[in-house]
């Protein structure tokens, strides 16, 4: 069965870093396009970054461009997502998703959330 | 960026009865709308996309209509493990975004 595991969030503070990891199995990974979505305490959904299948096309949304960076190992079946100079604003539950096959940018798996806190 | 507007925030029902949730566009985003369904503590589950196509495994009681800028999901008789909140996404134009959520409680 489709699975997704994400894994590296935490306590960060201010300014720092985290990476995120998340481990796919149950599917062809190389074949779909991923993305990450994340939600902040309380609140609604924000697609933050979307990777196509070839890793070519690389969507972020405007709140984390310039400071997050998607990548994927078809190797490994691994999604990732780096993340730089983060604020409070950037506290939030980090989901990995893949995306339906008949529908591209529409998300029919997730993990089970990963929570990133930022603060001092 | 396309705004998804949903009404109402929370949704009182009882058991067995219908409920209907509506979900509005900023700006036409043809069929290209999709509904998740989040339980407290768990990830969103997709349960349509393309307005009205139902994604594996969704029961049939949960239906979708709508194009342009007005969508709504129909859930014929609610069973206890609908009580969660619904959420619609237009995936027409980037950025994708998602509606704010209604709650589906039990009256």
Do not use: H
């Not at chain 1, 201010?14 to 309380?42: E, K």
């Not at chain 2, 349509?48 to 979708?64: H, M, N, Q, V």
């Not at chain 2, 194009?67 to 859930?75: H, R």
């Amino acid at each position: 069965q489709v699975q997704l595991v994400e894994s590296g969030g935490g306590l960060v503070k201010p300014g720092g870093s985290l990476r995120l990891s998340c481990a796919a199995s149950g599917f062809t990974f190389s074949d779909y396009y991923m993305g990450w979505i994340r939600q902040a305490p309380g609140k609604g959904l924000e697609l933050i970054s979307y990777i196509s299948s070839s890793g070519n096309t690389l969507i972020y949304s405007d709140s984390v461009r310039g400071r997050f960076t998607i990548s994927r190992d078809d190797a490994t079946n691994s999604l990732f997502l780096q993340m730089n100079t983060l604020g409070a604003e950037d506290t939030a539950v980090y989901y990995c998703a893949r995306t339906n096959i008949r529908a591209r940018r529409t998300f029919d798996y997730w993990g089970q959330g990963i929570l990133v806190t930022v603060s001092s | 960026e396309v705004v998804m507007t949903q009404s109402p925030a929370t949704l009182s029902v009882s058991p067995g009865e219908r409920a209907s949730l509506s979900c509005g566009a900023s700006q036409t985003v043809g069929r290209n709308v999709a509904w998740y369904q989040q339980k407290p503590g768990q990830a969103p589950r997709l349960l349509l996309y393309g307005a009205s196509t139902r994604a594996t495994d969704i029961p049939d009681r949960f239906s979708g209509s709508g194009s342009g800028t007005g969508f709504t999901l129909t859930i014929s008789s609610l069973q206890s493990e609908d009580f969660a909140v619904y959420y619609c996404q237009q995936y027409n134009n980037w950025p994708l975004t998602f509606g704010g959520g209604t709650k589906v409680e039990i009256k």
